[in-house]
């Protein structure tokens, strides 16, 4: 088959031994590639009673289906296994360079199973593959491991590498996997997986041709989008003080549809940092762990983190591998002599270690970002675990017995960096807080709880589930929870998904935004529709960023069927990504996990509503809206569990039958 390779690597990290494994082609056509693969092969993997640390979990690196056929905008790799934060489906999307070198070895992914008796690295390239002693990289960090196995490389190609940080080594559950310098699979605990077989890198150089069944017209589809994408450019003198007007629009009280070519513009120069204003006064970005609002900050406080600024550090633009946008960026680290560089923080990072924790220092978050890129922590998982600590030391829950000292406040650019710090290496109270903020509550204890703003495990996005209905009910029903890459009211409305799948409800003209707070089957619809839309696009390799240009623009569609010779309808793909994510909800039901376990707390869906702010008065009737997502999605609206009829019109009768 066209665009697959149409195998996978599995490492036996005890054995020191290697297994490919065909994939059918039936397989592929079900479950395309990328996550769609992994879910099936690691639903029948690993066992229902797997410890996510032990030997019986299975880390899977994984490329997209589209991934190197000549499409653009399809270089996203994604690591997948058994998460360790929430217990349930864990998986991490990422950008970079690893992608294509994946299927440039010969496979469409590669998994590790088993624990290794000492520090390894895993290599493969003209040799073929291998297991390397890392003892002596053990401890350094991931930027550095990258850069010392790249250095010491022999062939003429330079390889990808992927590789965990100190905070992975010591199994933070907060810790992800880094590539390209700073660049993560940051989300699910991946890094503390990896951390816990000993593989401290993973490092790739093949020379495989990739194939694609109609290359000359995948390659003309991509130039007529990428010529589009060149083609915009913002006023020269524009500068970032539009970015509060443009999110006032945003937020305002009636939904605009758009054309989302827009916020390929807006990334070229800004990239997510645009939000860092846009954000902050439409209530898009969450404050002081989730209770504040605008209110609480003067205009100063947003000034200080206007993405004008962090573009005066830009060195050059970073593009992800098939990227025509360019939204990341190489910048100045600052400080006295204003030596040193790194990825610049995006937006996440940003709004985690500024509003969520009342700090406006853009000194410090570029410090806490290369802590992070550097130990291997959640750039978003840490803020919010020292967002939770800063509340819970206001509220007596926590002392300076409890922090060796260290005076906990909103907006301590000191007390910030040393807590980090300290997370980091596992050091005093960071040893507590290094796993998250649901088991730092448990440990705890004293009536931590309420300050412990996660779904299911896992710390939220940055992004206010009051302000985006839609983005609430995925924090709250994805199998990897609190995730903000999954479906909301601001990716759908851009889409123009409708224009292509019948059954997606159509945007076309204004509409009250009090709708979007309808539990209705019509808002559930779009729910069901972008998170099937999106399953797809992870599956082929694809960015969430060109998903939200549209499909008018970023012809997903058309490059699936030229790359793999296939001819199928839009709405046939979308049906893969149903059975996707319902095999991804059947992998947390196998071992017990109720999906009713995964609830927001009250903060996140208005319950009370905020009294001031851009957000005031504002609740989400969830339990009605996730309801409503189950039944459109074909599961039971009571229960969450996948009915029998929609077990069998997707032929995952087998994996139905697992249940506890």
């Not at 109609?214 to 010529?227: I, N």
């Not at 946008?325 to 100045?332: A, T």
């Not at 840490?382 to 800063?390: E, K, L, N």
Request: with cysteine; hydrophobic share 40%; net charge positive.
């Amino acid at each position: 088959m066209k665009a697959c390779m149409g195998k996978v690597l599995f490492v036996d990290l005890a054995a020191e031994a290697f297994a490919e494994r065909r994939i059918p082609d039936d397989i592929y056509e079900r479950y395309l590639g990328g996550v769609g693969l992994a879910v099936r092969i690691l639903y029948d993997e690993i066992p229902a009673g797997a410890d996510p640390l032990g030997p019986e979990n299975v880390l899977g690196f994984m490329s997209g289906l589209l991934t190197g056929t000549g499409s653009v905008m399809t270089g996203r790799w994604m690591a997948v296994c058994k998460s360790p934060l929430t217990g349930g489906w864990g998986d991490a999307n990422c950008g970079g360079s690893l992608s294509p070198a994946i299927k440039q070895t010969g496979y469409d992914g590669i998994f590790f199973k088993g624990l290794a008796p000492r520090p390894v690295v895993f290599v493969l390239d003209a040799k073929g593959p291998r297991l390397l002693d890392a003892s002596a990289l053990w401890g350094r960090d991931a930027v550095e491991t990258e850069e010392i196995l790249k250095k010491g490389h022999e062939g003429k190609k330079r390889p990808a590498v992927a590789a965990i940080g100190p905070a992975a080594e010591k199994l933070s559950l907060i810790s992800g996997i880094s590539n390209d310098g700073g660049r993560y699979a940051a989300r699910s605990g991946v890094g503390a997986v990896m951390g816990s077989k000993r593989l401290k890198a993973v490092m790739l150089s093949g020379a495989r041709l990739i194939p694609c069944a109609d290359p000359v017209r995948v390659k003309a589809v991509s130039k007529h989008y990428a010529d589009k994408v060149r083609r915009l450019h913002l006023p020269p003198r524009l500068s970032g003080g539009i970015l509060p007007t443009f999110g006032r629009v945003l937020g305002f009280r009636v939904v605009v549809p758009v054309d989302g070519l827009i916020l390929a513009a807006i990334l070229k120069k800004w990239g997510t940092n645009y939000n860092n204003t846009a954000g902050a006064v439409n209530g898009d970005s969450p404050l002081l762990n989730w209770r504040g609002s605008l209110a609480d900050f003067g205009r100063r406080h947003w000034r200080k983190l206007n993405p004008d600024r962090m573009l005066k550090r830009e060195i050059r633009k970073y593009h992800c591998y098939s990227c025509v946008v360019g939204c990341g960026g190489i910048s100045r680290m600052g400080g006295a002599d204003g030596s040193g560089h790194s990825h610049k923080p995006e937006y996440e990072t940003v709004a985690a270690f500024g509003g969520l924790l009342g700090h406006d220092s853009l000194e410090t978050i570029y410090i806490c970002n290369d802590i992070c890129n550097r130990s291997g922590l959640d750039t978003i998982s840490a803020g919010a675990t020292i967002a939770f600590a800063i509340e819970c030391f206001e509220n007596g829950v926590l002392t300076k017995a409890d922090t060796g000292g260290l005076e906990l406040a909103w907006g301590d650019s000191r007390a910030i960096l040393t807590l980090l710090k300290m997370m980091a290496a596992r050091e005093g109270i960071g040893d507590i807080l290094a796993d998250g903020v649901r088991r730092a509550a448990e440990r705890i204890g004293r009536g931590a709880e309420p300050y412990a703003v996660h779904v299911g495990g896992q710390e939220p996005a940055m992004h206010d589930s009051r302000m985006d209905p839609m983005m609430a009910v995925s924090y709250g029903t994805d199998p990897t929870p609190g995730r903000h890459t999954i479906a909301s009211g601001s990716y759908y409305y851009p889409s123009h998904l409708w224009e292509f799948v019948p059954w997606a409800p159509r945007v076309v003209k204004p509409y009250p935004k009090s709708r979007e707070y309808w539990a209705s089957e019509e808002e559930a619809l779009k729910s069901a529709a972008y998170v099937c839309f999106k399953q797809l696009t992870d599956a082929a390799g694809g960015c969430l960023f060109a998903m939200v240009n549209g499909l008018q623009h970023w012809r997903l569609f058309d490059w699936m069927n030229l790359a793999t010779g296939w001819e199928r309808p839009p709405v046939e793909y979308m049906e893969s990504g149903r059975r996707i994510q319902t095999l991804r909800q059947l992998f947390n039901i196998k071992p017990g996990l109720d999906p009713r376990g995964f609830v927001s707390p009250g903060r996140m869906r208005g319950e009370p509503p905020l009294t001031r702010g851009p957000l005031a008065g504002r609740r989400v009737p969830l339990t009605a809206m996730i309801s409503n997502y189950w039944k459109a999605m074909g599961w039971d609206a009571a229960t969450g569990v996948p009915t029998p009829e929609t077990l069998a019109a997707l032929g995952l009768e087998a994996q139905g039958s697992a249940r506890p």
